[in-house]
């Protein structure tokens, strides 16, 4: 698949939820030491829409920058918006965080879990390509732990920023500190 970002195949596994998650592929990561792997959520908002409440495009656009340069590599897109709880519990979310709520605050209110992600699933792919070790592209240490506990040999983590708007300065805010994101540029 040509993209902007260079040429990439695209691979769609389907899980037991039948969910259709895509794998972006750069070049030919089969049995490999060391490969970048990003683990994107699907965000519709962000990814597609261009919304500023999140760093989720930056991060995704990002992502695939630092693919596209690599010989090998790729980006394993989870459909799981939301963290979890789906469009339109984020949506409520959203409006509950209009009323000061942060991110974290709003799925409370609602009754659901602050992040109900599995990450299972990206494990079963990078293990299907045989993938001997890898370097997360994550500021999410849970998201590492998790990858780790499954069995991936994880290296290392490449840290992706985007710079704080006055949209999502505050989103970011919360993440670092009530979520333990390791963000070092607010
Ligand atoms: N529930 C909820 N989900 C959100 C909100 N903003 C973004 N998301 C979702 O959060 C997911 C991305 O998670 P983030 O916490 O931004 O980042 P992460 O994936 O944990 O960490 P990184 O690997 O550093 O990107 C996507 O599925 C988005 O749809 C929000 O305010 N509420
Ligand atoms: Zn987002």
């Known amino acids: 698949m040509p ?11 389907v899980n037991d939820e039948n969910k259709d998650h895509a794998v972006i592929v750069r070049g030919d990561p089969r049995g490999k030491e060391d490969v970048p792997v990003r683990i994107h959520s699907e965000c519709l908002t962000g ?13 995704l656009i990002q992502s695939l920058r630092y693919l596209g340069r690599q010989d090998y590599g790729m980006l394993i897109y989870l459909r799981q918006e939301g963290r979890g709880i789906g469009l339109l519990n984020k949506i409520k979310a959203y409006s509950l965080q209009d009323s000061g709520a942060d991110t974290v605050e709003a799925n409370l209110k609602l009754g659901l879990p602050v992040d109900s992600r599995d990450y299972s699933f990206a494990s079963e792919v ?39 708007t006055p949209y999502d300065k505050f989103y970011l805010e919360t993440k670092k500190i009530k979520l333990g994101h390791e963000i070092e540029n607010i």
């Open 126 to 164: 990078i293990k299907f390509f045989e993938i001997k070790s890898i370097y997360i592209m994550t500021n999410n240490p849970e998201k590492m732990k998790a990858l780790i506990e499954s069995g991936i040999n994880v290296k290392g983590r490449i840290p992706i920023f985007s710079d704080p």
């Open 3 to 13: 993209t902007e970002f260079g040429l990439f195949r695209i691979y769609t596994f």
């Open 47 to 59: 990814d597609v829409l261009g919304s500023l409440r999140c760093d989720c495009r930056d991060q």
